[in-house]
């Protein structure tokens, strides 16, 4: 009797510890062993993962970034234009030298000629001499937030903060023509 009692119980806590995993992963996805919520609160606005991607170079694992909108556009070009909560998260798989960062970051950016020269050119200067050495698990986080501007942060970042909406939609745009992730 107290043997099929024992493991009545045993299995009661099996099954609840189940629950317990399966609850903590819900709400959240995962690529290239990163998880990352479905959506998130910020500053009383949720906005919620249009995408996730892993980057690679050759076969080494880099980094996984993660794109949250809080309104869910049907191109590019909606989301760069709408002034909303947008949001571009880094997860870093390695070591990263500063340079490194600053190098590939200014690469793939000044793709988009207004970041090339004038204003733009100034405030991608502003958010490249924020960035620091990165230790592997570490995030770069980067998210406009209307009315105020662009916020780098994370520890990848010693913050910035760039006012306006112009830098903001310049980098958002050279982002995702690197990285088309809507239908064209």
Not at 31 to 60: C, E, W, Y
Not at 99 to 123: F, I, T
């Amino acid at each position: 009797m107290r043997i099929q009692a024992w493991r009545t119980c045993a299995r009661w806590l099996v099954l609840g510890l189940v629950l317990a995993v399966g609850s903590a992963q819900a709400g959240q996805k995962q690529v290239g062993g990163v998880n990352m919520p479905d959506s998130l609160t910020l500053h009383g606005r949720t906005i919620a993962l249009a995408h996730m991607q892993l980057q690679k170079r050759l076969f080494f694992k880099v980094y996984v970034w993660s794109l949250y909108l809080e309104e869910q556009p049907r191109s590019a070009s909606e989301a760069i234009a709408s002034n909303s909560v947008k949001r571009l998260h880094f997860r870093f798989l390695r070591d990263i030298s500063r340079e490194q960062l600053v190098g590939s970051l200014r690469a793939g950016l000044q793709k988009n000629p207004d970041l090339r020269q004038g204003p733009l050119a100034n405030h991608l200067q502003v958010m490249l001499s924020s960035l620091r050495d990165v230790q592997k698990g570490e995030d770069l986080v980067i998210t406009y937030l209307p009315g105020a501007g662009l916020e780098i942060a994370g520890g990848a970042s010693g913050g910035a903060f760039i006012p306006g909406k112009s830098f903001a939609d310049a980098l958002f745009s050279a982002w995702l023509e690197v990285h088309p992730i809507f239908p064209r």
